[in-house]
């Protein structure tokens, strides 16, 4: 049985994906460098929405003078999401570039402000709203509904930019607006949606309101702590690689913009393909559990990215991408739903800001710090090499050569497998060790080959990985 106005969330969550998927990371840096962006700017750009979220800390007080999340998420919304058409009109208000990348960066500083109102509000009313014991799977639901359409969106979108003459578009820049527009009325007419979910009353607050306070309080508390802690460095690691992912690919690949959206798609499908799978593995088992499957996946992702200028690196693009998508849906979902889970529900307002708080600061300072050495480590390398002389050959093999990108990759890596040791430390009811959750995707992986084929030959032969990855995870047996 479905929960009332759970139909509203999903149709919400599905024209947000739409503008996000329109106006997200490899557009809007593409039209940042269409306007002369440099480095520090594509970082700076990364870095102003996860900063600005740190306006939840004075949204606090508003949500809980008012008292009523949904007005205060909607009215907000409207203007973050206005925002977005005035971002499409860029190129008809100022043809000088300069002048129209000041005003990019300030609509999106904008928008983003407008936005952390809107998350703050937000994440207090669907504590209440949504049952703990089903928030994976209506979340996976949302997610997965709202991944199919953009993914398809991507491909039309990808389409499009290829063929935009056919449109009797004018440039490229001008194509890139139309797409703008597209996610602006995507996100205006989400509203209708979102206006209609329905809002349970708030717990009355017994003492006076004190920010101070309230702020402080979810860091006294030592199991929500030990989560701040491992999202505050899993979301530094993240920025400070996935904002430049892009701009490694057009400028250091070399990869047209259409491939670009192409490898986006093919994260996409792989999200859509695992979200349904980890929601109910989030309310079978933990988040936590989750989380402890996926980010390790993550992190090797990410320091994948070193050996993709080294030969083969469409198809090492390819796994990359596919694995990534994977293991962010996961993410995704246990990291949304492990903060709402355990933020005590009378005080979930203020432990939600708290966690917002720390993870903006991280996720802010990440991208930031990348744009201002990324010129620094443009001009250095790391070369580890094993030299074999002998009287008729010279053979050098480089098992490190690190460069430029490289050392962005490597220390978002390190920083990664750091969080991951915070992880252990969260303590979530009924996680389970990771090991149960694997044995439950190769049994899945088996079950499907098994409807799959027929033939028991070919059966056992697709299986051999599989029964490879369990002999491989599973405890070896110490004699006594």
């Avoid at 602006?184 to 920010?211: C, D, N, T, Y």
């Avoid at 800001?353 to 710090?369: F, Q, W």
Wanted: aromatic fraction near 14%; charge should be positive.
């Amino acid at each position: 049985m479905k929960h009332p106005g759970e139909n509203y969330l999903i149709a919400d969550g599905i024209a947000s994906w739409i503008m996000a998927t329109l106006t997200g990371n490899p557009f809007l840096v593409t039209i940042a460098l269409y306007y002369g962006a440099s480095n520090f700017v594509i970082g700076l750009l990364a870095a102003i929405p996860p900063a600005l979220q740190l306006l939840q800390i004075p949204s606090i007080y508003l949500v809980e003078y008012y008292r009523r999340r949904r007005p205060i998420c909607v009215s907000s919304s409207v203007i973050a999401r206005t925002l977005v058409l005035f971002i499409a009109i860029l190129p008809w208000l100022f043809h000088d570039r300069h002048t129209a990348l000041i005003f990019l960066v300030l609509a999106i500083a904008v928008q983003s402000a407008f936005g952390a109102i809107s998350v703050c509000s937000w994440n207090s009313w669907m504590r209440d709203f949504l049952p703990q014991d089903k928030m994976g799977s209506i979340y996976s639901r949302r997610l997965s509904w709202a991944f199919l359409i953009s993914t398809i969106l991507n491909i039309s979108t990808g389409f499009f930019l290829d063929h935009f003459e056919k449109f009797h578009i004018r440039s490229e820049i001008h194509a890139y607006s139309v797409i703008y527009f597209v996610g602006f009325l995507a996100g205006i007419s989400g509203l209708f949606f979102l206006s209609r979910i329905p809002e349970p009353p708030m717990v009355e607050q017994k003492l006076p309101l004190h920010l101070t306070k309230i702020i402080l309080e979810p860091f006294k508390q030592p199991n929500f702590r030990n989560l701040i802690i491992f999202l505050g460095a899993w979301n530094f690691a993240v920025f400070l690689a996935a904002p430049f992912f892009t701009v490694y690919m057009l400028k250091m690949l070399g990869l047209s913009m259409s491939a670009v959206i192409g490898f986006t798609v093919i994260s996409q499908i792989a999200n859509f393909a695992s979200f349904r799978l980890w929601g109910s593995f989030c309310d079978r088992f933990s988040n936590k559990t989750v989380l402890s499957v996926n980010g390790p996946l993550f992190i090797f992702c990410i320091f994948a990215w070193t050996f993709t200028r080294h030969g083969f690196t469409i198809p090492l693009l390819i796994v990359i991408h596919s694995l990534m998508g994977i293991a962010t849906a996961g993410i995704t979902l246990s990291t949304q739903n492990i903060a709402l889970k355990l933020a005590p529900r009378e005080k979930a307002t203020g432990y939600l800001a708290a966690n917002s708080m720390i993870t903006s600061l991280a996720s802010g300072l990440a991208p930031l710090l990348g744009g201002l050495f990324a010129d620094f480590f443009s001009k250095r390398q790391l070369v580890w090499s094993v030299k074999w002389t002998s009287p008729d050959e010279n053979v050098v093999l480089r098992i490190l050569d690190f460069s430029s990108w490289d050392f962005f990759f490597f220390i978002a890596f390190a920083i990664g497998l750091y969080s991951l040791h915070r992880l252990a430390y969260v303590q979530e009811s009924g996680e389970v060790k990771e090991k149960i959750v694997l044995d439950e995707i190769l049994f899945l992986a088996r079950r499907e080959m098994r409807n799959i084929s027929s033939v028991g030959g070919l059966r056992n032969m697709s299986q051999l990985p599989l029964n490879f990855v369990r002999y491989v995870t599973k405890p070896k047996r110490t004699k006594k």
